[in-house]
């Protein structure tokens, strides 16, 4: 006898229904998000975007049809294998204390058959299956642990993992550094209910824990299900199994046998023509290298040499070598410090008076300059600062050239000549200057737009902008004539009457940095338009503490630990990933 056909329904599936009596725009993007997963629909987009397909989705009349593949299959199997989630006493009761289990090192255990990230979403969002008291958040609360979360994960955030188990319920405890600094830890505990997978509780030390939901909980369950995904829920090795070893990939979309069509596999012959058949003691990288080496022989260049690139053994450091690198660090710092003796508080690199001459790109490369300072405070991915040492550093990346780029240095000029007429007094006088240093910011560099000294003391700096969005209006009204959109992306606000800067925008900490090394109190910010001109006031003591502590200890710490030891090193110009200490901590 034919067995009944299983579907999915919206309220198999966590997150597949929308929260009643509130209008589809006003949901999060989170929750557009896993609406959409659930159907199988493309998810990424702005919200409009977002709400655009949910809304034609309801509208053709597939708002009830749900992938029997979401989150691996598992609500499917749950429902084809009629498994009860979970009961409200045995979520009340709880598992027994943390002291009466037996701990072991992470994976000790099977892990709950049925755990995937529906449940995270569930206890993270709402519609919690363990607890029918359970009152779903607002929406955006959980948009922060789910983003921090997933950056704790990649960036190995979590140490010491340990996980416990006893007849209804699976523990996982772990300690996960508070921030990205990485000098403090958290103990974060996470249970889940063995028969369903579902999340009982969550339990952390930081002050944001108070239910359970922080980004460091989050980041646990994040690391938890990546892990499921990628080795499954039995920690048994696959040679211990009745033949669990070259059976394929699993199924992506599971359903009957008989519904499922299989194509012809595609022909790709680009994977025939690399197949290399020798044995792994006979790479090509020799080959290639020397192939390479005779091409740079020939005085003309040729099409090969776009092709190929010179390909590197990695090399890995011992505390030894470290020790090394350490030592030369410090004997960098040693000579940097003997040669700023020579040279007044604050002076001009030699070599480097003429802004965009050759020497001016040269020793711009060796520091951490204003228009760069947001940029590098930021770098959070092994990926964002291999980019920035790659363009930086090394100079590796191509300067591309946008239309507002361009629109900017052809009229700098007019810009610069236009607030020497109108504001500069006659007992002043505007210089233009090159790269400048601070022998208090040795790891610091600016090329600011422009001096105004008095009596030859440098009494304010200046700084000059050429917004293309603003080519054809006035600047002094750029909060009527601009767009809602282009409001939020622009640079400054106002408020009482006065323009500001945008405390966490990278001119802000341009700004910041040119002033605290030229040691001025103040900057004439310019903003150009070919209608008018607009210049208001930056006072240094405007600036909030956390942007000079960015600038004067982050970056600091930064340039010791990763931009010196990479000039030593010279890893990413052969493609070998980054190393950096954990030494220098001021």
Known sequence: ??????????????????????????????????????????????????????????????????SLAIDGGKWYDMKRNVVVTASTSTAASGPASDETLLWARF??????????????????????????????????VTEKPFRRGSQFVSSDHLHEVFDSSDNRFYLLKAKCFASFNKNKSYSVVITLNKASGAVVNGRCECKQSA?????????????????YRENGHDNTACTSKLRQWGLGAKLKKPGPISQKKYGNVRFEPIRRATFDPRPDNYERTVNINNFICDLQKERLPTMFQTLFQLRYDDFKLDQSSVDIVIQQVLIFKK?????????????SVEGAEIQHSLGWFRWRSYFITASNAKTASSLV???????????????????????????????????????????????????????????KYPHLACSAD??????????????????????????????????????????AYEENNKVFLKANHPYNYQVATTMLIFEVPECDFVVWSSVSLLVFKVQLSDI???????????????????????????????????????????
């Not at 369950?221 to 892990?227: A, D, I």
């Not at 000579?335 to 002076?347: P, W």
């Open 1 to 66: 006898m034919d067995q009944p056909s299983i579907s999915l329904l919206p309220e198999d599936v966590p997150g597949a229904v929308l929260r009643h009596g509130v209008n589809i725009e006003d949901h999060s993007n989170l929750e557009l998000q896993r609406w959409l997963e659930c159907r199988a629909l493309k998810k990424t987009g702005n919200k409009t975007d977002l709400v655009q397909r949910v809304v034609n989705c309801i509208e053709v009349g597939r708002s009830n049809s749900i």
């Open 450 to 491: 422009g001096v105004v000294t008095t009596n030859g003391v440098i009494t304010r700096v200046i700084e000059i902008k050429c917004p293309k969005v603003l080519e054809d209006k006035d600047p002094c009204q750029w909060n009527s004539v601009l767009t809602g959109q282009q409001q939020s992306n622009f640079f």
């Open 335 to 347: 000579n940097m410090d003997q040669e700023l003796i020579k040279q007044k508080n604050i002076f």
């Open 544 to 586: 909030s503490r956390h942007v000079i502590d960015d600038i004067t200890k982050k970056l600091k710490k930064m340039y010791y630990n990763m931009y010196i030891p990479e000039l030593f090193l010279m890893r990413i110009p052969r493609n070998l990933p980054l190393f950096e200490l954990d030494y220098f901590q001021e």
């Open 381 to 439: 991915s092994l990926s964002a600062k291999n980019n920035y040492l790659k363009r930086n550093l090394w100079q590796l990346t191509p300067n591309l050239l946008t239309a507002a780029m361009r629109y900017g240095q052809v009229n700098e000029a007019k810009a610069r000549d236009k607030y020497v007429a109108d504001h500069i007094q006659p007992n002043e006088q505007f210089v233009q200057v090159g790269l400048y240093m601070n022998k």
């Open 107 to 140: 994976p000790s255990r099977e892990i709950p058959q049925y755990f995937n990230k529906g449940h995270i979403y569930t206890y993270l969002v709402g519609c919690f299956f363990e607890n029918e008291d359970y009152v779903s958040n607002n929406a955006g």
């Open 211 to 227: 239910l359970g939901k922080c980004s460091h909980v989050s980041a646990l369950l994040l690391f938890l299900e990546k892990f």
